[in-house]
């Protein structure tokens, strides 16, 4: 997905939730510098609002021999059938739709999970809220973890982006991409999985561990769970595809916000 079709949809999402756009770009800046050069300057120090380096993945080069971090073409999920898990309740009920999957990508603690589970993970999609160190661990052994940038995660960007391993990291935001931070669309790891999947060339989307109605997620998630839904189906008609996750849910999803 292009930033232009995401943009209407990432404003109503804004609108709704009463986030600011001004405060995901601070983050997104900050974490342009914090995989451009591995330190941090001020943030009254950046450039707001323009590329501020020219850093970013060589596809022709070898893993061993990249400076900065991964590009968006540097996934390719072309043809197959990927796994988007996530950390609810379900998912050790679910375990086999992992198992019979090209290709996992995992969102937030789901990477452990599955880890923990036995199987692989092929991407991790997070905002570094997850409770173990598994973002890391991943970057080391040479698995991609796509790293967003938020308005409220500038401090777990500061903290955790230095100690992992840039070459492995892709980094995103939710607002204007910028150098080498991208922008393929989604609000939640989830749907923001989803959609980096989507964009990366996947035939088929399959879904384990998805809970919308979640009880004993806090009111913000609960809220947020409800935008993952709109996004999934967004996506879903974009792709030309019906998610089995949103089976018995479709008439109920309030599709107002969604350009279809």
């Known amino acids: 997905m292009e930033f232009h079709d995401w943009d209407p949809v990432y404003a109503a999402i804004l609108a709704d939730m009463g986030f600011d756009r001004d405060g995901d770009e601070r983050a997104r800046d900050l974490l342009v510098d914090l995989v451009s050069d591995g330190t941090a300057r001020g943030e009254d120090d950046l450039d707001r609002g323009a590329p501020a380096s020219d850093a970013g993945a060589d596809p022709s080069g070898s893993d061993g021999d990249r ?66 160190d598994v973002a890391r661990e991943l970057t080391v052994e040479g698995t991609p973890v796509a790293v967003h940038a938020h308005g409220d995660n500038r401090p777990a960007l500061r903290e955790r982006v230095p100690r992992l391993a840039v070459e492995w990291v892709l980094p995103t935001t939710q607002a204007a991409p910028a150098g080498p931070v991208v922008d393929t669309g989604g609000f939640t790891d989830g749907d923001r999985a989803a959609f980096l999947a989507d964009h990366c060339g996947a035939a088929q989307l399959v879904f384990a561990g998805w809970d919308f109605d979640d009880p004993d997620v806090g009111p913000m998630k609960a809220r947020k769970l409800v935008w993952a839904e709109r996004l999934l189906r967004w996506l879903e008609i974009r792709r030309g595809e019906r998610f089995a996750v949103l089976d018995g849910r479709r008439e109920g999803i309030d599709e107002s916000a969604l350009p279809v």
């Open 67 to 132: 400076e900065g971090p991964l590009a968006v073409a540097d996934l390719d999920f072309d043809g197959e059938t990927v796994a988007i898990v996530g950390a609810g309740p379900s998912l050790g009920d679910e375990l086999d739709v992992v198992r019979g999957a090209d290709s996992v990508v995992a969102a937030s603690d789901a990477a452990a999970a599955v880890r923990e589970a036995g199987l692989g993970v092929d991407c991790m999609v997070t905002d570094l809220d997850e409770r173990s």
